[in-house]
């Protein structure tokens, strides 16, 4: 496959991957508004703080309130990681590599592209219908899944696109995750109230999570939260997970099997897989979750520029390679 | 449907006669047309808007900043030509091509056209097309012209004219083969009823003739693009795509010992046949534009070496220069000793002294053209040209005469065209294409491109036409 060609089939993982969770992200508030007692705000802040584009809001709006917050997330232009600025980005990357595509997935995407071009220039978000509009996101963008899951041959392509979709939903789980320690409750006493229960119900239905941790933890209770998101095995949301795939993935586009690695993509995605199969919740909360999410981000981020190094970068000592045929 | 008020008295109607009765091979969509009511006939545009929306089938206009991506209106009305008139064309095409490369052939080797005087050398080698790094060069087969989509118009008799050769990187036969998509569901059972030749088989027949271009078993074939910005790049991933063959743009490439290979997440994969999509001087910047950032330095070398076949094969612009193309019917009969069956529109030359005392005496009558543009920029139709205008070409024209060819005004055939409720005259042309591998074949179908405007004649996407699927019957 042509590096350039990877390269863009990798982030068309991604930024789909990042379109859904920006819209994931905004359904925690949905989510909370929904059985929030009359008597407390909504709280947009730690919204925009667990995307991690605080300094980017900040320098260009001054107030936290919710249509602000949305606009920021979903449809401002200037934000580079917002809704609007993923799909496009998606379509982008996906309109260099169209070859490859199949017919029904370009098409469906272009689709969702001029959906959400719709939604922003029609403003429906502002109405009752923006509920309505982030899930019809959310779903199209399932769809792409479910329409490439039964069309896509499992070559190099595939394993790409899935290797940037991992590692992108890694990071974003544990944004999600993070968004809880930027929410303030009214006091320290709220600990453990029925409030505090709430912001984790939200947080878990906005990764589509509730129903799995009913049946696999009970009742509502931060330590398993952490654990079902962070280091679940079979949650395909988990960070754990993630990185497990992403791995595989990684594995087979550069054909490494048994035990080691053979580039340093290889080396720094299986360390840190490595780390958290053989951690237990206490070992996330006693160093603290929010500087534990932290690193956790910074460590995806790099293993991302390995890859680039590794099968993207067109590097001119490719010519010096002694594999070419004459 | 309400026909009564269609106009088909002022220009050739392909579908009506003058008296206003229909012609025998469009009665049967006639009456399917009658059939429908306006607003069915206007919500099957709408859902044929919305397809080319979803497909992306859009282009990007130069010189427009405001929302680069654009989709080309597609008329749901198709038109039809029947197989007679398509037998002329195909076997016209053919004579044309054929020898169009034998002139390619020559004019880069002996050029025994220039010595016999057929053409002057002047002329040919004022061409912005002619290449001189071309010389001495056969390409592979030697074949020089392998993709070519001509364009024809029909005067008021109903005759069909050539009236441009386009043999560098002709564009629009992804909207045929896609909008061909479209119709069919549009009008489902009307193409078997007809007996429409089918067209959807072109990727697999332009794959045919690239891979007969390496003498490899399975060679390894890409389409050159200049990226996603090109107006044409939608074409580009599309036949890419129908093919199955790697897309490639200039920096995907290095040259190895004079070969050339595409960088790939597992080394160097050596590549055979380019269908290249950009233009000649932008190739190779080490031996014609510099300035070139698409390209490929060494690639023309490659080429010449022989370790790269290019499709068309570089330095082929020069037999669609405007000026040369006065000389095809002198071409065909020099090479072949036929008449041409199909004829050329009468071309004045301004580089030829009586001709520009003629083209500067009847501005207001005739359509001149610069002869290295293409894309309906450069021209000017004199009925229509403001006094301004006039003196504008007048000056251009005296400037540098070998610049520019005038031909009279043609009066372009019509087909119906759904505008708003009605269906209404509107001018169109015909750019059917035509590949040369083994043999030389014509795709039956064409890409139709229809004037939008009431009355224009500018048919050109980028300057406000549409499209139509074109149904050539079998029989």
New interface residues.
């Given amino acids: 496959m042509l590096s350039r060609v990877a390269n863009s089939v990798y982030w068309l993982g991604r930024y789909l991957e990042r379109s859904e969770n920006y819209s994931r992200f905004i359904d925690v508030n949905f989510n909370l508004m929904l059985d929030l007692p009359p008597n407390v705000k909504e709280q947009w802040e730690p919204l925009i703080r667990a995307t991690g584009d605080y300094d980017l809001y900040t320098s260009h709006y001054e107030s936290f309130d919710r249509e602000t917050a949305i606009y920021f997330l979903a449809f401002d232009k200037h934000n580079p990681n917002s809704l609007i600025s993923s799909v496009t980005n998606a379509r982008e990357n996906a309109r260099m590599v169209r070859e490859i595509l199949t017919k029904e997935s370009w098409e469906k995407l272009n689709e969702l592209y001029l959906f959400v071009k719709d939604g922003a220039d029609k403003e429906t978000w502002k109405s009752e219908g923006a509920v309505r509009f982030f899930t019809d996101v959310k779903y199209g963008i399932q769809l792409l899944y479910g329409i490439a899951d039964n069309s896509v041959a499992r070559t190099e392509g595939w394993y790409f696109s899935h290797l940037g979709q991992y590692l992108e939903r890694a990071d974003k789980t544990s944004r999600i995750l993070d968004v809880k320690y930027h929410i303030l409750l009214p006091s320290a006493d709220e600990v453990g109230s029925p409030l505090d229960f709430l912001h984790w119900t939200a947080l878990l239905k906005s990764v589509s999570g509730f129903n799995i941790y009913r049946r696999f933890y009970g009742k509502i209770d931060p330590f398993h939260i952490v654990e079902l998101l962070v280091l679940n095995k079979y949650f395909p949301r988990s960070v754990f997970f993630c990185l497990t795939n992403a791995e595989i993935c990684l594995r087979t586009i550069s054909g490494t099997s048994g035990k080691g690695y053979s580039n340093s993509s290889e080396k720094s995605l299986g360390a840190l897989q490595s780390q958290l199969e053989y951690q237990d919740v206490n070992d996330v909360i006693s160093s603290g979750l929010h500087e534990y999410l932290d690193g956790l981000q910074i460590k995806i981020n790099k293993i991302s520029d390995t890859i680039h190094d590794n099968f993207f970068k067109l590097n001119s000592t490719f010519t010096n390679q002694k594999n070419i045929q004459e | 449907m309400f026909v009564s008020s269609y106009d088909s008295k002022t220009h050739y109607d392909e579908m009506f006669e003058a008296d206003g009765s229909c012609r025998p091979h469009y009665s049967e969509l006639l009456d399917m047309l009658k059939s429908l009511s306006v607003e069915k006939l206007q919500q099957l545009q709408f859902t044929t808007d919305k397809a080319q929306?979803?497909?992306?089938m859009t282009f990007n206009v130069y010189h427009d900043k405001q929302g680069i991506e654009k989709i080309l209106h597609l008329d749901i009305v198709p038109r039809i030509i029947n197989a007679a008139e398509w037998e002329k064309i195909e076997t016209g095409l053919k004579q044309r091509i054929y020898a169009l490369n034998l002139f390619l052939q020559d004019v880069y080797n002996e050029q025994k056209i220039l010595k016999d005087k057929i053409l002057p050398k002047e002329l040919v080698f004022s061409c912005p097309g002619y290449l001189k790094p071309c010389e001495g060069l056969t390409p592979p087969k030697g074949i020089w012209c392998h993709i070519t989509g001509t364009d024809l118009v029909r005067d008021k008799n109903g005759e069909f004219y050539i009236l441009e050769d386009n043999l560098r990187c002709p564009s629009g036969v992804s909207y045929q083969l896609e909008s061909r998509e479209i119709i069919k569901r549009v009008f489902p059972n009307m193409l078997s009823k007809l007996g429409v030749a089918p067209v959807s088989n072109y990727p697999n027949r332009l794959l045919n003739i690239l891979e007969y271009l390496s003498d490899k078993e399975k060679p390894v074939v890409g389409?050159l693009t200049p990226g996603?910005y090109n107006s044409a790049?939608f074409e580009h991933?599309?036949l890419?795509?129908s093919m199955g063959?790697?897309?490639?743009?200039g920096?995907?490439m290095?040259m190895?010992?004079n070969h050339v290979?595409?960088?790939?997440?597992?080394?160097?994969k050596?590549i055979d046949v380019l269908y290249r999509r950009i233009d000649d001087t932008f190739l190779d910047p080490d031996v014609f534009n510099p300035e070139s950032l698409i390209g490929v330095p060494g690639i023309f070398k490659a080429f010449k070496s022989g370790n790269i076949s290019l499709a068309n094969a570089p330095g082929s612009g020069v037999a669609d220069d405007k000026a040369i193309y006065a000389y095809v019917p002198k071409i065909i009969k020099y090479y072949l000793d036929e008449d041409p069956i199909l004829p050329n529109v009468p071309t004045y030359l301004c580089s030829d002294e009586k001709d520009r005392a003629y083209v500067l005496d009847h501005l207001q009558d005739l359509v001149v053209k610069e002869t290295n543009a293409a894309g309906g920029y450069g021209m000017m139709i004199g009925p229509r040209a403001s006094g301004k205008e006039l003196k504008t070409f007048t000056r251009l024209i005296k400037e540098n005469p070998r610049n520019y060819i005038a031909q009279p005004t043609l009066s372009l055939s019509t087909v119906p065209t759904l505008v708003d409720s009605q269906l209404e005259p509107r001018h169109v042309d015909l750019r059917p294409y035509i590949l040369y591998g083994e043999e030389i074949e014509v795709i039956p179908g064409a890409f139709t491109r229809v004037a939008l405007k009431r009355g224009s004649l500018i048919v050109n996407s980028s300057q406000g036409g549409g499209s139509k699927d074109t149904w050539v019957l079998q029989h």
Avoid at chain 2, 261 to 268: A, P, Q, S, W
């Fill in positions: 929306m979803a497909m992306g389409v996603i790049y991933s599309y890419a795509h063959v790697e897309l490639v743009m920096q995907d290095v190895v010992k290979f595409m960088l790939t997440t597992n080394g160097l050596q």
